[in-house]
């Protein structure tokens, strides 16, 4: 009896899991006329493997191919076969991970590369800028040159000094950078968290739960987004701060609850299991409304009266100083684009590991130590290659760096885009408006998520930067 009660659980669930996944209906085979044969298979084999009273796994074949035709009456059968096994219960999913395909020499190759960009990188940016900030530093720190040579530095001098009055000067749209900078801190605090809890926790082991646990993270975590985002918008003069709170709370939820609306009414059209139930819908407005809202309100208010208060180096002038024309690759809409390249480049092979769990079907994600290095790996190119473009941009004498410096982070998610495109058409074989609609418009919520966790990590950073390198100056 107790037997029949684990056949009666794991069977169904096995069955809905895995054998859907992998198992075919029928195939279609090309004539030697050019036309299509149509085939179906009739016989599906069960073999199920038991350890005493366990179930430990099932595997779903199909055999003996029938043509398909209009009017034809089929006999569908199947035959279940019971295999014993020495494999505990404890190590039922193993089966199912491909520990060739994740842990080749490949893989951790792509690890150990992208450590040692992290390295170079991070070495490059320190001596470069630490040399030329110390000309720098060398040249506005003279006060006992003849009047000739004042006089040749006024005229000749440029750089990021000339930009003081005007560096600290408040954004446009101050309220949405706000909301996407503090949502980007509460995105990569929860990334950090989901991966430990998925490493540490095996949630791989048990569907749903690593959604389930961002769910539940995500609106945990609200505090942190208010915070970031209220301190930011306050120090900047910010006087609408209700709409800044609001826009922080409600800006990528909704962007992700807009597309998911599209998504799920195309799978309802479908009849497709993929939509999902309007429960389900309820219980994550609940928890937004009642968890997240809240604490994202009691963030801002701690963050606009705990760091809220104005401190930068050098006060802002009231007239804006005007911005001298510079070479093309100096814009910021070019240093937005190459901004993100390098990022990419360092998470590149674990894009292409992550799609192929996702979209493949065949594959379980769970080498979730080597997310844990890539995604600490991608926070510090993303920084150093943020603070450069940074530098670059203050020396052209263009203190609008505030955008420019999120964009260029942000970037990165563009390339993701782009590479998922490829993956698309080179790897797998997806077609028609409901495969086509699910693969782009998740892939579209991903990149969301991931411009804005970069942009916001690429602006902290120059944010830092840029009041390192004025404070040590004196400002008029």
Known sequence: MQLTTHIGLNFLWMICHYGGNSGFVGEVYPDRVGDNKHVVYTHKMIQIQYNRDQIISINLTQEITK????????????????????????QRFNIYLNFYFFE?????????????????????????????????????????????????????ESGWKLVHGDVFRPPQNLALLSAVVGTGAQLATLVLLVIISAYFGKMYMRRGAVITTFIVCYALTSFISGYVSGGLYSRNAGENWIKSMVLTASLFPFSCFGIGLILNTIATYYGSIAAIPLGTIVVVFVIWAFISLPLSLLGTVVGRNWSGT?????????????????????????????????????????MYFVFSSLWTYMVHYYVYGFMLLVFIVLIIVTVCVTI??????????????????FFSAA??????????????????????????????????????????????????????????????IKCD
């Open 67 to 90: 043509p398909l035709e209009e009017g034809r009456v089929l006999d569908m059968t199947y035959s279940v076969r019971w295999f014993p096994t020495n494999i505990s219960y404890d």
């Open 104 to 156: 080749n020499e490949i893989h951790w190759f792509s690890i150990l590369n992208s450590i040692m960009m992290v390295i170079f990188l991070t070495g490059l940016v320190s001596m470069i800028l630490m040399r030329t900030l110390r000309n720098d530093y060398a040249k506005y720190a003279r006060e006992n040159d003849d009047m000739e040579t004042l006089k040749r530095d006024v005229i000749e």
């Open 411 to 472: 970037s990165t998610s563009l390339y993701v885009y782009l590479y998922a495109i490829y993956y698309y058409h080179a790897k797998t074989r997806m077609s028609g408006l409901f495969q086509t609609s699910f693969y782009f418009g998740y892939t579209l919520m991903f990149c969301l998520g991931v411009g804005i966790l970069c942009g916001a990590v690429g602006y902290l950073g120059s944010n830092l930067f840029v009041r390192r390198i004025f404070r040590n």
């Open 310 to 350: 104005p401190n930068n180096p050098c006060r802002v002038k009231n007239i804006p100083r005007p911005i001298p024309e510079k070479k093309w690759y100096l814009r910021p809409s070019v240093i937005s684009l190459v901004g993100g390249l390098l990022p990419f480049a360092s998470i590149f092979i674990e």
């Open 388 to 405: 450069v473009g940074t530098y670059y941009l203050l020396n052209a004498e263009n203190y609008h760096w505030q955008w420019t410096s």
